[in-house]
């Protein structure tokens, strides 16, 4: 809530600053589009604002507290004030503000870009639905009433559809919309939503679903591959220390479903916590990242600093998630049917699977 008020602060210095740096901004954007130019004038006071609350948390909590956005939102919500005064939550909202900011300087980057000048709009769309669902939060208060009557009229300048600032009433997820050119929208389907969903729901979760269970699907038909060709890790998977007899590595049979059944539940326990200590700490999807960024600065990560070869990279990676998820697919129903998941109909004129590799 705080982090909103903090949005809600920089938006509206933005808006009520619209018509400064005009020179400027069109000489950096290179486009006559009024809309683009608003933008780019919002874009640049928003960042002002946002550097100004990013001097130090001392100077964040003073504008928050001078903010009679932020003093409705507490007002509303007792917790906001309770933030406001406690010096480590401070803090981490201080850390937000910085997360946005970075995000706003690289968004201003990508207006140089047409295809990116696109997908920015996009974001800024979104960003003001957001702003407009807090104002749709105070409305039931005096002091929203009164924030609505300022902050709605001056948003129109930005050119936000109603239909767009009509789906905010109903306080769902903004819809994110896909066009040719977008990671993921490749041929032959292109822009493929048979149901409805991209209208209707928050498509940013659903991308980090994908992308997710890509990965592990990749994972998984590499371990059958491996594992149908003989290959083991040496020692123990499980010594018996928590109970069960001792397991080795070799003990293992091949395929998927059997090797799931063949670890013990312990096993699984820990596999599990692990995951869920990496997914939450380690390899976190913050909001202010793309979907699926989620490697951390340090370590042998590779981050591509080429346009066209991230796009390629990415595009592999969310193709070949999609092969894999089919593949896993297809070796767990083959294996559900008594057949060996890479070879259900036998690779040798015998009728039988291919001798081990290793």
């Not at 008020?5 to 069109?26: F, P, R």
């Not at 679903?209 to 990749?218: P, Q, S, T």
């Not at 091949?254 to 670890?263: K, M, P, S, Y």
């Not at 998820?325 to 060996?340: C, F, K, S, Y």
Request: charged residues 20%; contains cysteine; glycine residues 8%.
């Amino acid at each position: 809530m705080v982090m909103t008020g903090c949005l809600l602060v920089g938006a509206s210095y933005a808006l009520l600053n619209t018509q400064t740096h005009a020179v400027g901004a069109v000489a950096a954007v290179g486009v006559e589009d009024s809309k683009v130019v608003d933008l780019v004038f919002a874009m640049e006071d928003m960042e002002r604002g946002l550097q100004e609350m990013a001097q130090s948390v001392e100077h964040m909590q003073e504008m928050l507290k001078r903010s009679p956005t932020v003093q409705a939102l507490a007002q509303r919500q007792p917790e906001v004030k309770q933030i406001m005064n406690d010096p480590k939550k401070l803090q981490e909202e201080m850390a937000l503000v910085q997360r946005n900011l970075a995000a706003l300087q690289k968004a201003e980057q990508s207006m140089r870009n047409p295809h990116k000048r696109q997908q920015v709009m996009r974001w800024a769309d979104v960003m003001l639905q957001k702003v407009a669902a807090v104002v749709q939060d105070l409305q039931d208060e005096k002091e929203g009433r009164r924030l609505s009557e300022q902050v709605l009229p001056q948003a129109e300048a930005f050119q936000v559809s109603p239909a767009m600032r009509g789906q905010v009433a109903a306080r769902s997820a903004p819809a994110t919309m896909f066009s040719e050119g977008d990671i993921g929208v490749l041929p032959p389907l292109g822009v493929w939503d048979p149901l409805g969903y991209i209208d209707s729901r928050d498509m940013r979760r659903y991308e980090e679903m994908e992308i997710k269970h890509g990965r592990a699907a990749m994972l998984g038909f590499t371990h059958v591959i491996l594992t149908e060709a003989g290959l083991r890790f040496p020692g123990y998977l499980s010594d018996g220390t928590f109970g069960g007899a001792p397991i080795k590595f070799a003990d293992v049979p091949a395929g998927a479903i059997n090797t799931v059944l063949a670890i013990p539940g312990s096993s699984w326990a820990q596999i599990i916590c692990l995951c869920g200590v990496l997914e939450s700490g380690v390899f976190k999807q913050e909001p202010d990242r793309e979907a699926g960024d989620i490697a951390p600065e340090w370590g042998p990560w590779v981050r591509y600093d080429d346009p066209e070869a991230k796009t390629f990279k990415l595009n592999v990676e969310r193709q070949n998630g999609r092969a894999a998820m089919l593949g896993i697919t297809g070796i767990i129903l083959h294996e559900l049917l008594g057949v060996d998941g890479l070879y259900p109909t036998g690779g040798l004129a015998s009728g039988a699977a291919p001798p081990t590799i290793f």
